[in-house]
T-cell receptor
């Protein structure tokens, strides 16, 4: 299957700082990327959908000013958690899709964010 | 709207026993259905997917699932559990459309005892 690389795998930051998480499709062009958040022992909740070159579409309840998503190229999307607080600590996972029919989205390895 | 219900948040089996993880879906359009496995602090690994071809889908690591439209089910099975199968399993659905996000079930933790 296709490879999606997410970086960093773990990050610890202080409250009030911002953290950027990168999601790259290594061997295909990702017209659409998805960002999910997973709380401990819970399911993945979709945060936003981003299409290359356009603004991300956020799910209800997700603060777009806090979780900045950029999808400037067909191989890279970034999620920036701004002014992070301990309640933002979570596991964040991206997935990328080429948008072609009958294809699935491929997932990154996830990023464990801890805000102290 | 689409949704997925995984019955049983925790399933325990003995090594060598049958594994059955249940998933029921709700969809107003023909769905694509997936099963993923997740190990602690890792991303998701695709086990298998149903995309409107054969209703019995075989995946990796000996897992398979059968799409039953009449029962709106997509249960995951494996004839003989291994210790290495202990993990979190997620069923997911998406409409038969490109560029659409997956909707995940709440997950089932599989424990395997020796």
């Amino acid at each position: 299957g296709a490879v999606v690389s997410q970086h960093p795998s773990r990050v610890i930051c202080k409250s009030g700082t911002s953290v950027k998480i990168e999601c790259r499709s290594l061997d295909f062009q990702a017209t659409t990327m998805f960002w999910y958040r997973q709380f401990p022992k819970q399911s993945l909740m979709l945060m936003a959908t981003s299409n290359e070159g356009s603004k991300a579409t956020y799910e209800q309840g997700v603060e777009k000013d806090k979780f900045l998503i950029n999808h400037a190229s067909l191989t890279l999307s970034t999620l920036t958690v701004t002014s992070a607080h301990p309640e933002d600590s979570s596991f964040y996972i991206c997935s990328a899709s080429s948008g072609a029919a009958n294809t699935e989205a491929f997932f990154g390895q996830g990023t464990r964010l801890t805000v102290v | 709207a689409q949704s997925v219900t995984q019955l049983g948040s925790h399933v325990s089996v003995s090594e060598g026993a049958l594994v059955l993880l249940r998933c029921n879906y709700s969809s107003s359009v023909p769905p694509y259905l997936f099963w993923y496995v997740q190990y602690p602090n890792q991303g998701l690994q695709l086990l298998l997917k149903y995309t409107s071809a054969a209703t019995l889908v075989k995946g990796i690591n000996g897992f398979e699932a059968e799409f039953k439209k009449s029962e709106t089910s997509f249960h995951l099975t494996k004839p003989s559990a291994h210790m290495s199968d202990a993990a979190e399993y997620f069923c997911a659905v998406t409409p038969n459309q490109a560029g659409t996000a997956l909707i995940f079930g709440k997950g089932t933790t599989l424990s395997v005892s020796s």
